[in-house]
């Protein structure tokens, strides 16, 4: 048997760094690639409250959406989604890349509800709507609603 010098185990070595390196570059754009296609027209909107509307909390806020169906997080139905609503955060301040993440701005509506009822300190709040796909990740092109702004008593 014939013995290997150190040397004999670097090109693979280095291909191996180098097929890592390129793979770590192209998943950030292979992910945007398997984002949900969106139909041509289709839209999320707030019902109620209206913009500009002063209210008292708890306060119900009710989604509205044409051009795709509303389904439980986890169904993979072409043009279909469920809704996120997003509280104090401006859109361009959002990744519509990615999942959306589930915290006090972003509130995940996974069974496919189409209302909710929310607890909201006095003051102005910005309210808006990101549809999802079956994983949480924005549609391509995004589904999103127009910020609405509403002052709680």
Known sequence: MQAR????FAVPSLAFAALTALTALALPALAEDLRTPSPE??????ISPEDGATVSSPVTV????EGMEVVPAGTDTPA????????DLPQDEVDVAH?????????HFGGG???TTLELAPGTHSLWLLLGDANHVPHDPPVMSEPIEVTVE
Do not use: K, Y
């Open 5 to 8: 010098s150190a040397a004999s």
């Open 62 to 65: 009710v989604f509205g959406i």
């Open 80 to 87: 279909s989604g469920h809704h996120h609503l997003i509280v």
């Open 113 to 115: 509800q189409t209302e």
């Open 99 to 107: 999942a959306i993440p589930a915290d006090d701005h972003h509130i």
């Open 41 to 46: 027209g289709a839209r999320v909107f707030i």
